[in-house]
């Protein structure tokens, strides 16, 4: 079992500039054991955020 110990954004920006409205969002999440807190590794996550109903892939 894990658990999230630290959360970090790393970067936001609007892909179109100002032309649209999709948003990607990049974090640094550094995940623990969930027992005494230890750190057990760093993932990066980035998510595209869109206000309509079409899935990017």
Known sequence: MSS???IKVLETRRVNG?????LQITFEI???DGGQW???GKDRMTYEI???????T
């Not at 100002?18 to 999709?22: E, I, K, P, Q, T």
């Not at 869109?50 to 990017?56: F, L």
């Open 50 to 56: 869109s206000s309509g109903p079409e899935v990017m």
């Open 30 to 32: 550094e995940p623990t």
């Open 4 to 6: 999230l110990g630290k």
């Open 18 to 22: 100002f032309r649209g409205l999709l």
């Open 38 to 40: 230890i750190p057990i």
